[in-house]
């Protein structure tokens, strides 16, 4: 009686619509031609039939259901032979590969190619060097397809064609054997809201709740930017609008007509201007570029490099120092809170340690104790009356002639242009000397160094001149450049007598830091001590009392200053 052996057919493909196009790849044919192998042995019996759809090579079996069912009865010993197409079904990873040998080698189980009837042999230095060769070639052809497969990529860019995805608010259309895309209706209705409500000035955050609410499709359930599983996709990821999302939307070029492709590893980028894709005109676009620039320069960064928190929204706070206190304790902000006062039941707005108020616990496991809370119309003055000493004329008579100096004459900024002028010709007369060399054939290590580092001289050299033409197209004198900032620097006096929105905008000038709040109680007397950095000066500092200072005369009603000679400068701190 002839023993029988137990056969398993394991069949891969990476490319998931080889098996429409019906080529030679395709696991159907793979399993058909195993199948029929197996049946010229007359010992061999199938026992079971494994594949991986659309899955690369490179993967391990544990991103290859498929594959890992197969390993799984090798090392079991449930099988005597496998039988696939050839070694690069296995794997085309050589560590990978090697590594599933030495799985079917322990085991004691025989691997088989039935495209040409190999069998693989582990038993001899020979046989194993032979299947290193051969998984070699399966490697170096997977980096050479991928070689020509990111050129013939670069080349459809190159032309203007689609080389990517899907992207929202758009449909890919195959057209004479590449990838155009055509404008979708539905979802670039979308997209044209999202443009005109942000211009309209509404923030982020509102567009992205008046999306949800209407359920409008995303990008996810569009099929772009890329279109994931059906099963990735979760109430946080997917079917709902996200402010990033948003953003990217506002960002991307392609919404006025140009296609952007970059290729980093090759510094190749690749621009084409295309009028039929336009989905918004030059105008909102640039509107919006500006607002999202606007509020990009508006993060306030602190004097350790952090950032202060989130830039202000199309709609300013109602309330002169929101974000830019800090808790002297914890460093926390100090937010503008509502609280009532007195037995009347009124409610007065009053500043509050947001890391004592939300229970917030610090680094050390414990909650700020900074329980104290400051009127929120005292502090607003008492912090503007110290600002206002150094926004005199007199100081800002110092400034604008300090920067009608640094603006510098036109003559010496002729002779700058001149200068630059030179060294950019004698850096071209260089740039070609390297490339005589290049087209010669002598392309050594050094050649190349230097060619990139002429090129960057080059680069910065039409950087600094495209700067001083920026400069010179403003055409004033020093007068009248002179008028004009004292225009603008005057609306700068007075700060405490304009509207919120205008003291704001001067305080996040003038302000590089936050001002830090520190909490003192003593008996029942409770105040706060507030200090800062200032652009125009060292140091302000003053105090103000707190919310529950027992002193009937003047309970959180009045300010009084640190010293009376200057009320907002303290000598001892300016210097120290």
Not at 173 to 195: C, L, Q
């Amino acid at each position: 009686m002839i023993a029988t052996l137990k056969v398993i057919a394991y069949g891969r493909k990476s490319n998931p619509d080889e098996a429409a196009r019906g080529t030679e790849t395709s696991v159907k044919r793979q399993l058909e031609d195993a199948r029929r192998f197996i049946a010229r042995h007359a010992d061999w019996r199938l026992t079971g039939e494994f594949s991986d759809e659309a899955k690369s090579g490179v993967l391990g079996e544990d991103r290859r259901p498929g594959l890992k069912s197969v390993m799984d009865r090798v090392r079991a010993k449930a099988v005597d032979v496998v039988v696939m197409a050839a070694n690069d079904r296995l794997a085309r990873n050589q560590f990978e590969a090697m590594s599933l040998l030495y799985e079917f080698h322990k085991a004691g189980v025989r691997l088989v190619y039935h495209n040409d009837g190999r069998e693989v042999d582990l038993k001899t230095e020979a046989g194993i060097f032979t299947e290193a060769a051969h998984n070699f070639g399966g490697a170096f052809k997977r980096v050479s397809d991928s070689s020509h497969m990111v050129a013939s990529l670069m080349q459809k860019a190159r032309n203007g064609f689609v080389s990517g995805g899907a992207v929202f608010g758009y449909v890919n259309a195959r057209v004479d054997g590449h990838v155009e895309r055509r404008i979708d209706p539905p979802t670039a209705k979308i997209v044209k809201r999202i443009f005109a409500e942000f211009v309209a000035g509404r923030t982020v955050g509102q567009i992205v709740k008046g999306l949800n609410r209407d359920k409008a499709p995303t990008p996810a359930h569009a099929g772009g930017w890329k279109a994931p599983k059906r099963q990735l996709l979760t109430p946080t990821r997917g079917l709902v609008w996200m402010k990033p999302t948003i953003r990217g939307v506002l960002r991307r070029p392609i919404y006025k007509g140009l296609v952007i492709s970059r290729w980093r590893k090759f510094s190749e980028t690749f621009e084409h201007m295309k009028p039929d894709l336009r989905i918004v005109d030059d105008r909102v676009w640039a509107e919006a570029q500006r607002m999202l620039a606007k509020n990009t320069r508006a993060y306030l960064r602190h004097t350790n490099g952090k950032l202060w928190g989130k830039p202000p929204a199309n709609v300013e706070s109602p309330y002169v120092l929101t974000g830019m206190l800090a808790c002297g304790i914890c460093g926390s902000v100090m937010s503008a809170e509502s609280r009532p006062s007195g037995d009347s039941g009124r409610r007065i707005r009053v500043y509050w340690c947001r890391g004592n108020k939300r229970g917030a616990r610090r680094s050390n496991g414990e909650v700020c104790g900074n329980n104290i809370v400051v009127p929120m119309t005292l502090l607003d003055a008492s912090v503007l009356r110290c600002i206002e000493p150094y926004l005199s004329a007199d100081v800002i008579a110092d400034a604008v002639k300090a920067a009608v100096a640094r603006a510098g004459s036109r003559s010496s900024v002729a002779a700058e242009r001149e200068r630059i002028g030179r060294e950019l010709k004698a850096v071209d007369q260089e740039l070609g000397n390297i490339l005589t060399l290049v087209k010669r054939g002598i392309v050594s290590e050094t050649v190349q160094d230097e060619l990139a580092a002429t090129e960057g001289r080059r680069r910065d050299l039409r950087t600094a001149l495209a700067r001083l033409d920026q400069a010179d197209a403003f055409r004033a004198s020093a007068a009248d450049l002179e008028a004009t900032l004292t225009g603008i620097l005057r609306d700068w006096v007075n700060i405490a007598t304009k509207p919120t929105v205008q003291q704001r905008q001067l305080l996040r000038k003038l302000l590089p830091a936050r001002i830090t709040v520190m909490p003192y109680v003593k008996g029942s007397r409770r105040w706060v001590d507030f200090h800062g950095d200032l652009a125009l000066a060292p140091i302000i500092s003053g105090i103000a009392p707190a919310v529950g200072d027992d002193r009937p005369d003047d309970r959180g009603h009045r300010w009084w200053p640190q010293r009376d000679s200057n009320p907002c400068f303290s000598l001892e701190r300016a210097v120290s």
